[in-house]
């Protein structure tokens, strides 16, 4: 005599197939993120902070160049305060990202959608966006979360291994992974400057002003970073307005 299935089975091998496509889909971005964290920790520790800071602050901030900018600010010696608006500025576009996915899961509780947009970053919402109809479908969300904790840990691991190497490694080699700062904006800017020449404008007025500010003796190099990035940033709200107006 044929036993019949418990009514829970078909939802309980759903989310395990959710869960297992988030995961493949996630892999892919902890190739991309592990190498970065990695440089992150050196760089963190070069600073002065120490593993247990470097890892909780990738468990607590997880943002990849708003990181790697506090990292830099604070072994120049930038205030809090400074890093903080920084940050906060640089991750402005968090909240764009966190209303366009949240608008595909009007059906999820609170529970649901305020974990889910921690785990949004650029790469995540990235895949993310290439796969609404996980959205649509029944247990749809534990897709999602799959994708995003696999990346966040590979995130959280490459930053405390790199915090552990910093202290191994010799400083002359450390100090030359901080040029993957810059290489790692280079490879954000080039892209959208192709597509828009007017993006590179701005960064070139962001750096310029960032530059003249910190001739200026009770400017410190943290304000002038600030400075620099909203003063760039208000620049092409009023460039794509002219953009309109035309």
Do not use: C
């Not at 906060?88 to 999820?108: A, D, I, K, P, Y």
């Not at 921690?118 to 247990?139: I, P």
Request: proline fraction near 3%; charge should be positive.
């Amino acid at each position: 005599m044929a036993t019949r299935a418990l009514p829970n089975t078909d939802k309980i091998n759903s989310k395990t197939i959710m869960i297992q496509r988030g995961i493949t889909k996630g892999l892919p971005i902890t190739l991309g993120y592990i190498p970065i964290a990695l440089t992150f920790g050196v760089l963190a520790k070069q600073a002065g902070m120490s593993v247990a800071e470097i890892t909780l602050m990738s468990v607590l901030v997880y943002a990849g160049a708003s990181q790697l900018v506090g990292a830099g600010m604070i072994a120049v010696g930038t205030g809090a305060i400074e890093i903080i608006v920084t940050t906060f500025v640089l991750n402005f576009r968090h909240f764009v990202m966190s209303l366009s996915f949240m608008n595909r899961l009007r059906g999820l509780g609170l529970e649901w959608k305020v974990p889910l947009s921690f785990g949004l970053t650029d790469e995540s919402f990235s895949v993310a966006s290439l796969h609404t109809e996980e959205s649509k479908q029944e247990n749809g969300m534990y897709f999602y979360a799959a994708m995003m904790i696999t990346a966040y840990l590979s995130w959280i691991f490459g930053s405390f291994l790199g915090g552990v190497l910093g202290e191994i490694i010799p400083a002359r080699l450390s100090q030359s992974m901080g040029i993957a700062l810059f290489a790692m904006f280079i490879g954000l800017l080039v892209p959208s400057v192709k597509k828009e020449l007017k993006v590179g404008l701005i960064a070139i007025l962001a750096m310029l002003v960032n530059y003249h500010l910190q001739l200026i003796p009770f400017v410190s190099e943290g304000w002038a970073i600030v400075l620099g990035t909203i003063i760039g940033g208000l620049s092409g709200v009023f460039l794509w307005e002219g953009d309109k107006r035309a």
